[in-house]
């Protein structure tokens, strides 16, 4: 069994508790709340996640979503990766950084920071690569700020992989979602991103606050595009009034409401793990755009580290 260690993030708002494994997100609670409700969806035993096959509250990469083929060409070598849904690669491979168990440093009750190194040949992926992951919590606020150093030109695309359930529990019924943006990735039927298109006069519309309910029996898995300098916030709300708000700096945000989730251990507190009992917002670039000259890169250098950072806002209150 893996050495499993757990760091809880604690002040008079809220409360967030954080494994060393795959940067686990476990819980994250609003003071006040019953023990039993947190806003993301998570098992009841931290050693549990050692079997994490939906990433709950996990950290993702080399590369998260998928690559097709699970191959790529990079300064004219051709790679093959660790095939782990099919014949394609998805969010790094069966043993990507999700599934390890990261260095971590804490910072009191406000942060951590997570630090791992991946070798090179890493799940078929070149370069030598220095991961670090620094979540805090400043008020109701949560920040995760990933970063990666790299020997060599190679491809990354971290990003955090939360259900959020802002009830605590049952599904996303009631649950309202906005995000501002007129552009999405059409996908074939493995996921794979074919060509960017319009959301205007679409069910994918969500540019004013539109209820999610309609889309749990379509089952909504949609990588939408975001400006580079985006700085209108993604929101999400239940229908008693708790708000949450995310900002990125990342060009894309895939959008999944769980319609594979099921039970694979008990969960935490009074959640139901089944399709649609919570939505992943995960900001991240453009899946399989190391195949894609037309998307941007993701190719990171040594001499231009990558990151990406997430700030997360809770509250049982209104916010603009």
Request: net charge negative; with cysteine.
């Amino acid at each position: 069994m893996a050495n499993i260690e757990t760091a809880v993030l604690e002040n008079s708002t809220a409360q967030v508790r954080l494994l060393n494994l795959g940067c686990i997100t476990q819980s994250w609670q609003l003071a006040g709340w019953p023990a039993s409700r947190s806003a993301v969806l998570g098992y009841e035993d931290a050693a549990d996640y050692e079997r994490n096959p939906h990433y709950l509250g996990a950290i993702i990469g080399r590369v998260a979503n998928r690559i097709e083929g699970g191959q790529f060409s990079l300064q004219g070598k051709q790679y093959q990766l660790d095939q782990n849904e099919g014949s394609n690669t998805l969010h790094g491979g069966t043993s990507g950084i999700s599934q390890r168990i990261w260095e971590m440093d804490r910072d009191g009750t406000s942060g951590v920071q997570f630090r791992l190194s991946s070798k090179i040949g890493d799940q078929g992926f070149p370069g030598n690569v220095e991961f670090s992951v620094t979540v805090f919590l400043d008020g109701p606020t949560l920040v995760y700020d990933m970063q990666a150093h790299v020997s060599e030109p190679t491809p990354i695309n971290m990003t955090q992989h939360n259900y959020y359930n802002l009830n605590g529990s049952g599904t996303l019924e009631g649950h309202r979602f906005q995000i501002p943006t007129n552009k999405m990735l059409c996908t074939n039927t493995d996921g794979i991103p074919t060509q960017v298109s319009s959301v205007i006069t679409t069910p994918f519309d969500f540019n004013k606050s539109c209820t999610l309910t309609e889309h749990l029996a379509r089952g909504l898995d949609t990588n939408y595009c975001l400006k580079k300098d985006h700085n209108l916030p993604i929101k999400l709300e239940n229908q008693n009034g708790t708000h949450l708000k995310m900002e990125t700096n990342q060009s894309g945000l895939q959008v999944y409401c769980a319609g594979k989730l099921t039970r694979i251990h008990p969960a935490f507190g009074s959640q139901c793990h089944s399709p649609f009992s919570g939505i992943c917002l995960e900001p991240q670039a453009y899946p399989n755009a190391v195949n894609r000259p037309d998307f941007p890169s993701i190719i990171t250098a040594p001499d231009a580290p990558y990151r990406n950072t997430l700030k997360l806002t809770l509250s049982d209150e209104n916010f603009e």
